[in-house]
């Protein structure tokens, strides 16, 4: 059927942490918002699910609290190279739930709040009218105009809104898969976030609602090629390597069919404003930013994201003035969390130093759990 809607509503694409924290801030302030999501039902999505104190509490005050939804408290990391393991109370307390649960209440919340959310239905071009505002065209004789787009569908690009340089593609592979363990393995992962560095990789481990076990290896292509480019070729590699991750492996339940995938994650990306930029077009969350996956900060960069730019649009101000201002937010990020993404993640060496110096000096780890997230202090306020 074909349809060109005309909306004074804000278009908001995507309905991930961004986008659906943007949809539930512009709607709280009595905005009328359409919300574009591709997916028509729930889905896993690739994330360690880590969520930062700074996520829950924006979620909080826009009434979804994680902990109703089965959401685990984390208030340990664990680090884990060989038979070496550092242990360390984080300088914050967070929480971990399953990305499946957390975006599904998010776009519910915010049906239930008056946020017009389209399932199904997947944006292909973008593009500028003479008048300023934007067509959004969903497929033949399908599109929509308004004169404010929040794109929120996370780290690649949409036709007609390219940005002019989506950051470098890292030759990481990311994979996933959710595991019952048993009882005194499951008791090991309780309140930690894990990371196991092995070579060219790190595997990080949570417990998320229902005590399934997040299961979420970061690693070069290069190791992904030689364990034969398959799930069972990288989980042999890691058992061979290391008795700690085969002694987890051993009896695990795997819980999907098959692991999630995602390559060519643009780590570091920052998006350079450019007065290029169309103007009334706010990129949110990974399309504005993506850090490092061992910071486990990509939510608190999306939820923060979507606060700042929501207050701003509500306040009269440009996308232009946006995206200097959360630009400048997470550079300093962004500079320290590159390098130890780099040298810790990827060398031997630096694998050993990271242990040696968390063990030597426990208030490191803390700091660069600090340093890696966005600062308290610039997060933006939900009123
Ligand atoms: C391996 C890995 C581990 C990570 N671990 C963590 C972690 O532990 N903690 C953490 O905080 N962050 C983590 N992150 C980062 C985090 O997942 C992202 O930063 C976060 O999901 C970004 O949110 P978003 O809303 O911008 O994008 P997304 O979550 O990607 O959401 C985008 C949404 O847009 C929809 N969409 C896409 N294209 C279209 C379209 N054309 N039309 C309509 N809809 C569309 C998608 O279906 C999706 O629902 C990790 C990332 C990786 C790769």
Redesign the pocket.
């Known amino acids: 059927m074909r349809s060109r809607i005309v909306t004074e509503a804000s278009v908001i694409?995507?309905?991930?942490?961004?986008?659906?924290?943007a949809a539930l801030a512009l709607s709280r302030a009595g905005r009328r918002v359409d919300l574009?999501?591709?997916?028509s039902s729930a889905?896993h999505?690739?994330?360690?699910?880590?969520?930062?104190r700074e996520?829950s509490a924006n979620l909080r005050s826009l009434g979804v609290d994680p902990v109703d939804l089965g959401a685990r408290p984390i208030n340990r990391v664990r680090l884990v190279r060989g038979n070496r393991s550092v242990d360390q109370p984080l300088p914050f307390p967070a929480l971990a739930l399953s990305?499946k649960i957390l975006?599904e209440a998010l776009l519910e919340h915010a049906t239930s709040c008056g946020v017009n959310v389209i399932r199904g239905?997947?944006?292909?071009v973008i593009e500028q009218s003479d008048d300023g505002g934007f067509e959004v065209s969903?497929g033949p004789g399908d599109s929509t105009s308004a004169r404010a787009i929040f794109l929120?569908?996370?780290?690649?690009d949409?036709r007609g809104v390219k940005r002019a340089s989506p950051g470098r593609q890292s030759d990481?592979l990311?994979?996933?898969m959710y595991y019952r363990f048993n009882r005194k393995k499951t008791e090991h992962l309780r309140s930690v976030?894990e990371l196991i560095l092995l070579k060219e990789c790190y595997l990080?481990l949570?417990l998320v609602e229902d005590d399934c076990v997040?299961f979420?290896p970061?690693l070069s292509q290069d190791r992904f090629i030689k364990a034969g480019g398959t799930w069972q070729g990288v989980l042999q590699q890691f058992s061979s390597e290391s008795d700690y991750v085969a002694a987890y492996l051993e009896g695990a339940e795997p819980l999907l069919d098959r692991p999630l995938a995602?390559s060519r994650?643009p780590y570091g990306f920052v998006h350079n404003p450019s007065s290029e930029d169309p103007p009334g077009l706010w990129r949110?969350?990974?399309?504005i930013a993506?850090?490092p996956?061992?910071?486990?900060?990509?939510?608190?960069?999306?939820s923060c994201?979507?606060v700042l730019a929501a207050n701003m649009f509500l306040e009269g101000g440009t996308s232009h003035e946006f995206h200097r201002r959360f630009s400048s937010i997470v550079r300093k990020q962004m500079r320290v969390s590159k390098p130890l993404n780099s040298v810790f993640f990827r060398h031997s060496v630096g694998q050993n130093a990271l242990i040696w110096l968390a063990s030597q000096f426990p208030s490191g780890v803390r700091a660069i759990a600090r340093a890696t997230r966005v600062p308290e202090a610039a997060m933006p306020r939900i009123d």
Do not use: P, W
């Not at 574009?36 to 997916?39: P, Q, V």
């Not at 239905?121 to 292909?124: D, E, Q």
């Not at 996956?293 to 999306?302: E, H, I, V």
């Open positions: 694409i995507g309905g991930g942490v961004a986008g659906a924290t574009y999501e591709r997916s889905n999505k690739i994330c360690g699910e880590f969520m930062s996520v990305r975006d239905k997947t944006a292909r969903f929120a569908s996370g780290k690649h949409l990481y990311a994979l996933k976030v990080g949570m997040n979420c970061v995602i994650v949110l969350g990974d399309q993506v850090i996956s061992f910071t486990g900060d990509g939510m608190g960069m999306a994201s979507a």
